[in-house]
């Protein structure tokens, strides 16, 4: 048996996997600048300090916390009716005594139904659909906003697209002047705001203010040189939201980075690249424990990391893909990983900003994510960002079936001679991702 396979079936068999993962959804959610993060911050640490042989530092940036005080939606008419609902972060304070207005449905909230509704939308408080998160034709909440603010709505609500009383929540405003309220709400409440048969529409109040100040923010690193001057970095999100556990996302990858630490770490040192593993924070908030980190390496210590390799929800379905942020020779790349350990890889090849390898590839390092259900609508993947996102939708088979994949990338990019991607100029990583910045 090679040290690969050793590695990898050490992975399969480590107890401590599911251990770090149980730990992590104990702690909670982990919504950033709450005791639940910070809990989770701490048994990081705590579980690194355990691993001899690594180089332990934090990244600390300032960053104003969000946090919800008051959070209400309510039907108007014959009878006042409130409906499950979650502010989403950085929605706007509405005013003394909430937003009151008229819904326009948007249906999926696709640039073509803002388009066909424009006339109806301005002055109007717009509902749309969730999109499946992890798809071909997927428009993130945060695009819909902006579509919203732009055709003149005064709010904006988002709704889960499927019933189970599951309410939607996420990121999507700016914090800026220019943002409007906006709230998450289950399919069932939605189902309440379409358009009447009289051709009325419906009436909601929306009632948000947020508690706002500013704390510090911790990004925790490790790293093992190797024998030569270039890194691999390992990256994964330890934060999340406060419906339920953030166990797909993302508990799964948190404990996945752990453990293969933990199994590399005293290998590490006979390969040809070190290994740099982050543990990001507010990757819920927009990305920006990554963006802060990433921004702040000088050119020389960009062009020193080999490839990003970021883990973010590797389980919720027993089929992994590989989102290669548009670095086209990365394919053949994840291509060879498989054959080597004998499992297939979907490749999605445009840019998505959906997780910290962004960040990575926005300023020309070789980036991917990998995730579990791409283009799977009815996986339990489609269930994150919800109350649902418990510990009981990531099977042990799957989580230790993602975290030996993620393994066998890091493995290959410590051990092979040569790039594994060209980096990019500054110039060719800005028109990677024009129009999505």
């Not at 396979?5 to 982990?30: H, K, M, N, S, Y």
């Not at 005080?69 to 502010?87: F, I, M, Q, S, Y």
């Not at 919800?386 to 990338?409: H, Q, S, Y």
Request: net charge negative; with cysteine.
């Amino acid at each position: 048996m090679d040290k690969r396979d050793a590695v990898l079936g050490a992975i399969w068999r480590a107890p401590e996997l599911i251990r770090d993962f149980q730990a992590l959804c104990d702690t909670g959610g982990r919504f950033c600048g709450t005791e639940s993060e910070a809990m989770a911050r701490d048994f990081l640490r705590e579980k690194l300090a355990e691993i001899p042989g690594i180089g332990r530092d934090e990244y600390v940036f300032d960053y104003e916390v969000w946090g919800r005080k008051t959070n209400r939606v309510t039907v108007l008419g014959d009878g006042e009716k409130a409906l499950p609902c979650h502010a989403l972060i950085w929605s706007k304070d509405t005013p003394p005594g909430g937003l009151t207005g008229e819904v326009v449905d948007l249906g999926r909230g696709q640039r073509a139904d803002f388009e066909g509704a424009a006339d109806q939308i301005r002055g109007r408080i717009a509902l749309v659909r969730q999109d499946y998160p992890f798809g071909t034709d997927t428009v993130h909440r945060m695009v819909k906003y902006r579509w919203a603010r732009e055709f003149g709505a005064v709010g904006y609500l988002l709704a889960y697209p499927s019933p189970g009383q599951l309410v939607a929540t996420g990121y999507c405003a700016l914090n800026i002047p220019e943002d409007i309220p906006a709230a998450g709400l289950a399919y069932e409440g939605a189902a309440l705001l379409g358009r009447r048969p009289d051709g009325s529409h419906a009436r909601v109040r929306i009632e948000v203010e947020a508690e706002r100040r500013t704390e510090k923010s911790v990004n925790l690193i490790a790293e093992i040189p190797g024998k030569g001057p270039e890194w691999v970095s390992l990256t994964a999100h330890y934060d999340g939201h406060d419906l339920a556990e953030s166990a797909l996302d993302n508990a799964t990858g948190a404990a996945a980075i752990l453990q293969i630490l933990r199994s590399l770490a005293p290998v590490v040192g006979d390969c040809e690249r070190g290994l740099r593993v982050s543990f990001y924070t507010t990757e819920e908030w927009g990305l920006l424990g990554s963006y802060r980190y990433v921004n702040d390496l000088t050119e020389a210590e960009r062009r020193a990391i080999a490839v990003n390799v970021n883990l973010d929800t590797i389980a919720g379905s027993p089929n992994l893909a590989c989102l290669t942020s548009g670095y086209v020779e990365l394919e053949d790349w994840v291509r060879g990983v498989g054959a080597e350990i004998g499992q297939g890889f979907r490749i999605v090849r445009p840019p998505k900003r959906n997780s910290d390898h962004y960040n990575y590839a926005r300023r020309g390092i070789p980036a991917m994510r990998l995730v579990a259900g791409f283009d799977e609508p009815d996986s339990r993947v489609g269930l994150i960002l919800t109350p649902a996102d418990t510990r009981d939708k990531a099977p042990v088979g799957e989580l230790k079936n993602g975290t030996m994949a993620a393994a066998a990338f890091v493995w290959k990019a410590l051990n092979q001679s040569g790039p594994v991607a060209p980096h990019k100029t500054d110039e060719e990583a800005a028109a990677l991702v024009a129009g999505l910045e």
